[in-house]
Each structure stands twice: as structure tokens, then as C-alpha cells.
């Protein structure tokens, strides 16, 4: 399954971002992608006086394109996140197209990014947004996949969750910045990818050093080994990570981490 990581520049515009993500998914396809990945909040800077104004309800304008092109590609698409709108909420959301344009998964963000770094970053997701309430998986003819949002891929549980399900890939929309991305974002991705024995794909905005929130880029994809396929750098790139999703079983036959769990153990009980 060859993937592609669309690591575009999100400006204030968001039918110039719209039809940036539509180009690139294109130029992915051109170039034998099964699978195209977007970034978080990939028609909305990252910011909370934008995510209100820029949302959308269900089928709204950033959908409808990604859904339509998605049909005429015959590519899936995981449409990064964008602010999508219900009654009085505001959801970090991504969602999947198939290769007919159907919507195979919605994933709204569960853990909102309510951070205060000493000396570093602050920022706090649950003044504006909700948070959403499922373990997102979806089915492909290269089986199973699984979804998160950013700050969602740091919960092992959630990730485990999805493994458990038969996810033989996780697929994240992130944006971390400049005081979480150094320290964390190649950590996080090879240790999921460890500790559960799949491949992790992290798409993030390229960096933009005059937003108010300066994403960290180096959008990435390991192996169920640990090994980084592709990285990014700052700027603006489209990578292909090529996966043979027979590692995934193979790897777990030779360290049988997920068969030789102890689920009788894993409880915390009063002594």
C-alpha cells in the first residue's frame, strides 16, 4: 500500500487551502498513492479564534471536495481535520473517503490538547472545542486501518485499541509544535509502532513561523520494526511511504507482544 504524506502550508484562506489539499492529492495519485493523508486542521490555521469561524457542518465545503475528488481519483483519502460544527460544538474532526467518495470513518479528536509547558508552549483546545467519544477504526481492501487526531496518539490505550481491532496502520492528522515536536514527535511514532506492532503515519502543516501556532512539520512514517520510512523537514513536502503490510504479522510472529498479553494482570487493585 503506498501512502503519501501531504505536508502542505495552511493560510487564512481557506478556499485557497482547500484547493492546495485537492492539487497535492492529485500529484499523490499521479504518483501510485492507494492512500493520501492530509494534516490536522488543513483548511483552518490551528488556533482558537479561527475554529468557530472556519467550521463546518457535515457535508460542508472542505468535505464535499475531499469526498468528490476522492471518487474521481479512486483514492482513499484521510481528509487531515477541520473544525466541524454540530449545534452548539465544535469538533476536531477528520474523516476517510473511500475510493468512491464514501465516508468510511469520522474521527472526532477525544483528547482535547490542554497543555502548559513550562517555558514552552500553552494552549488549550477545550475553551473552544469538544471532545469527541470513539475508538475510530475503518476496513480497506488492505484491511484494517485505524485514526486518531494529534494529541489522541499520545494515549497508548487508544492506539491499542485499535490494534486490537485488526488496525495494521494508524493514520494521524497532527500539528505539534515547536516545544512537544522535537522532544516527542519521532519518539511517539516509533514507540507506537513498537509497542503495537503496525505502521504509524504522522501528517502535520508545514511550519509557518509567522502563525500563532508554529507547527513542528516532519510529517513521518514507521514501521512495525521501528524503522522510519520517510521524514519531512519543515517546508512543504510530499513524501511516499510504500508499506508492506505482510510485516505486520510477520513481526508479531516474531515477538508475540499482543498474543502473550497478560489481560489478568493489567489491574490496578487496592493491596
Known sequence: MRAALIQMLVTADKRANIET???????????????????EMFCCPYDNACFRSYGEEAGGEAQTALSALAAELGLYVVGGSLPELEE??????????????????????????????EGGQRFRESEVLSPGNAVTTFETEFGTMGLCVCFDFRFEELARCMCLRGAKCIFVPAAFNMTTGPAHWELLFRQRAVDNQCFAIGVSPARDETASYTAYGNSIAADPWGNVLCRAGAGEELLYADLDLC?????????PILSARRTDLYEVRER
Open 21 to 39: 489539499a485537492c492539487r497535492r492529492l492529485r500529484q499523490a495519485k499521479t504518483h501510485g498513492a492507494d492512500v493520501a493523508v492530509l494534516p
Open 247 to 255: 510485516r505486520v504479522d510477520s513481526v508479531r510472529r516474531q515477538l
Open 88 to 117: 452548539e460544538k465544535v469538533y476536531n474532526t477528520s474523516c476517510v473517503y473511500g475510493r468512491k467518495g464514501e465516508l468510511l470513518a469520522r474521527h472526532r479528536k477525544a483528547h482535547l490538547f490542554d497543555i502548559d509547558v
